[in-house]
């Protein structure tokens, strides 16, 4: 789709390799960012698994490799009530027993419910029928939760970072995402706000960063966000991002590194809330 080059994963490390790795990753980052001083103090950091988490671990190896879902995920359904025909609820006895033998029968995969799987196929479908998702997505090219890393220089300081990116295909660096609904009742795009809410752009930013410094990425590589409706009528939306917006978020991703840079060499953590806040605009202006 564009002349890219085809790049080789140097660094293949496993689910618990990549975790222990010390390196600095987007999320962590992101996490400093949010409030260094907070940071510092532990909130913000290990995040208990929920079933949001366990749903987009779930849909991304079903979209992005099919063939080692079932290594990786395992369908939870609840043993059905014999005087109601009905499955047990999730308070009863019946199902959490019945959870928990599965789970320990299942050690080392992602346990998701019936019903998500359920969605994760129809979604799955969504994206197959796409005219656009499947293009973006690798046809002829892909490279899926490509690991990288390597060390970059803020400001003379040496930093080790790693990612795991979504996919990287003939069409450029993507990033798949869910969200309840792409647009409200009114017609209006809500994604972009939560591109915005959840700093998706400075995300993108992060990993076109690793495979242009690390894997001989051209800066111009195209970058994608992929976004598909969990709620009905279940749409997916592909969004190329503007170079120049890119460029913008790379600048907001340096921003942070340095920030955090100069709070490891001084030990200064201080939070966004130690001075005063001020209000001075009435409106929807968002920005990275």
């Not at 564009?2 to 390799?17: C, G, M, Q, V």
């Not at 790379?250 to 955090?260: A, D, F, K, N, P």
């Amino acid at each position: 789709m564009f002349d890219l080059p085809k790049i080789t994963p140097s660094w293949t490390p496993t689910e618990a390799e990549y975790r222990a790795d010390p390196a600095l990753n987007y999320h962590t980052l992101a996490a400093f960012h949010r409030d260094p001083k907070a940071w510092r103090d532990g909130y913000f950091k290990d995040v208990e698994e929920t079933d949001a988490m366990r749903f987009g671990t779930a849909l991304h190896a079903k979209i992005l490799e099919p063939s080692s879902y079932n290594d990786k995920i395992a369908v939870f359904a609840p043993p059905v009530n014999p005087k109601t025909g009905e499955p047990y609820g999730s308070t009863t006895n019946a199902y959490k027993d019945a959870a928990a033998t599965f789970a320990a029968s299942n050690v080392g995969k992602t346990v998701i419910s019936k019903a998500d799987a359920d969605l994760i196929d129809a979604l799955v479908d969504a994206v197959n029928f796409h005219p656009v998702a499947p293009t973006v997505l690798g046809r002829d090219f892909r490279l899926t939760e490509l690991s990288v890393k390597g060390v970059l220089t803020v400001n003379d300081v040496p930093v080790e970072v790693k990612g795991r990116i979504d996919a990287y295909t003939d069409a450029g660096l993507v990033d798949l995402k869910t969200t309840q609904t792409l647009a409200d009742a009114s017609g209006r795009d809500r994604f972009r706000y939560t591109v915005y809410d959840y700093h998706y752009l400075a995300q993108l930013a992060f990993y076109r960063l690793l495979l242009t410094e690390f894997c001989d990425v051209p800066a111009t590589v195209p970058c994608w966000l992929v976004a598909l409706e969990k709620s009905d009528p279940r749409r997916v939306g592909v969004y190329r991002v503007d170079p120049a917006v890119m460029d913008k978020a790379t600048r907001v991703v340096w921003s942070w590194l340095t920030e955090y840079v100069t709070s490891q060499q001084t030990n200064v953590y201080a939070s966004r809330y130690d001075d005063v806040q001020l209000i001075d605009r009435y409106d929807a202006e968002r920005d990275l």
